[in-house]
T-cell receptor
Framework: QKEVEQDPGPLSVPEGAIVSLNCTYSNSAFQYFMWYRQYSRKGPELLMYTYSSGNKEDGRFTAQVDKSSKYISLFIRDSQPSDSATYLCAMSEGTGGFKTIFGAGTRLFVKA | AAGVIQSPRHLIKEKRETATLKCYPIPRHDTVYWYQQGPGQDPQFLISFYEKMQSDKGSIPDRFSAQQFSDYHSELNMSSLELGDSALYFC?????????????????FGPGTRLTVL
């Protein structure tokens, strides 16, 4: 079993929809929870991160972490065609040189 | 703004050959990470360095080695290449700020080196 599980999709939604992306994990030592966006043939780009449990909002994006359930989510409101990409969750026990474990990535298509 | 530079961008090798991938971090960044991403796969953490010392190690094969030099650039050396080593290899860099718990040191990814082993 992988340390981080993520449904690879693909997920197809109409423009303006609310998108929900999720990951589960098994390592209770994870403290940092990140969401990356990756376009084809490009390196991942950090969208947002959360430390420990709780919610974090940044514009149309909201990240949630439930450490008791070992479950994290990313919500995208008012989705746009430009949001079409692969979204990867990632986790680490620490920052500054600690290994980062990625999920499989969910391919999202937002149709105009 | 300066980004992470990786060279070469594309590399084709034969089985059992060796390859060296280079990574030049963002100026003033002191931490470098290496990842391997197979087709349709998630990035797999290989190894990381902080201030020229190995800081963490993942699923890096014994055939691979890496180091960070005095100018903070890093090289990933791969020997006895196998077909399964064909992948996109990403380098990422970060500035490790010791600001206490909760402050994440963002990793900035390079464009990757696409290695094809024939």
């Amino acid at each position: 079993q992988k340390e981080v599980e993520q449904d690879p999709g693909p997920l197809s939604v109409p423009e303006g929809a609310i998108v929900s992306l999720n990951c589960t994990y098994s390592n209770s030592a994870f403290q940092y929870f990140m969401w990356y966006r990756q376009y084809s043939r490009k390196g991942p780009e950090l969208l947002m991160y959360t430390y420990s449990s709780g919610n974090k909002e940044d514009g149309r994006f909201t990240a949630q972490v439930d450490k008791s359930s070992k479950y994290i989510s990313l919500f995208i409101r008012d989705s746009q065609p430009s949001d079409s990409a692969t979204y990867l969750c990632a986790m680490s026990e620490g920052t500054g040189g600690f290994k980062t474990i990625f999920g499989a990535g969910t391919r999202l298509f937002v149709k105009a | 703004a300066a980004g992470v530079i990786q060279s070469p961008r594309h590399l084709i090798k034969e089985k059992r050959e060796t390859a060296t991938l280079k990574c030049y971090p963002i100026p003033r960044h002191d931490t470098v990470y290496w990842y391997q991403q197979g087709p349709g796969q998630d990035p797999q953490f290989l190894i990381s360095f902080y201030e020229k010392m190995q800081s963490d190690k993942g699923s890096i094969p014994d055939r691979f080695s890496a180091q960070q030099f005095s100018d903070y650039h890093s090289e990933l050396n791969m020997s006895s290449l196998e077909l399964g080593d064909s992948a996109l290899y990403f380098c990422a860099s970060s500035l490790t700020k010791r600001e206490g718990r909760g402050s994440y040191n963002e990793q900035f990814f390079g464009p990757g080196t696409r290695l094809t082993v024939l």
